[in-house]
């Protein structure tokens, strides 16, 4: 049965940082693109950053929304079958749940930020992120 498990969020002070995890089983991370998303309360859900699968060459690609490029990063630990979303320099309007997607389609070439074009269809559950004094 698939599963995906976010973890990591929680309290933490403006200017602090935070690494989200997003675990897995019945899927193999490394061969999929898996976006990390964010919904505010009264907001839409917001596309973050995103990693595609990792090619034969072993590189794989990223993508990032301009409202948070250069503080947030992703990376992949395949031993662990878990991508991480690693935020600096947060702000209070960074509070948010925070979810990630994984990709139904193992071939894709890239990954997406568009959370409604049918390409995530595994979700996790989410995790908290307050950012406040």
């Known amino acids: 049965q698939l599963q995906i498990v976010e973890s990591g969020g929680g309290l933490v002070q403006p200017g602090g940082s935070l690494r989200l995890s997003c675990s897995a089983s019945?899927?193999?991370?490394?061969?999929?693109?898996v976006g990390w998303f964010r919904q505010a309360p009264g907001k839409e859900r917001e596309g973050l950053i995103c990693i595609s699968r990792t090619w034969s060459n072993g590189r794989s690609y990223t993508n990032q929304a301009d409202s948070v490029k250069g503080r947030v990063t992703i990376s992949r630990d395949n031993a662990k079958n878990t991508v991480y979303l690693q935020m600096d320099n947060l702000r209070p309007e960074d509070t948010a749940v925070y979810y990630c997607?994984?990709?139904?389609?193992?071939?894709?070439?890239?990954?997406?930020?568009?959370?409604?074009?049918?390409?995530?269809?595994?979700w996790g559950q989410g995790t908290q992120v307050t950012v406040s004094t």
């Open positions: 019945g899927v193999t991370l490394d061969y999929r693109a």
């Open positions: 997607a994984v990709d139904w389609d193992q071939w894709a070439m890239d990954c997406t930020l568009q959370y409604d074009q049918g390409r995530y269809v595994h």
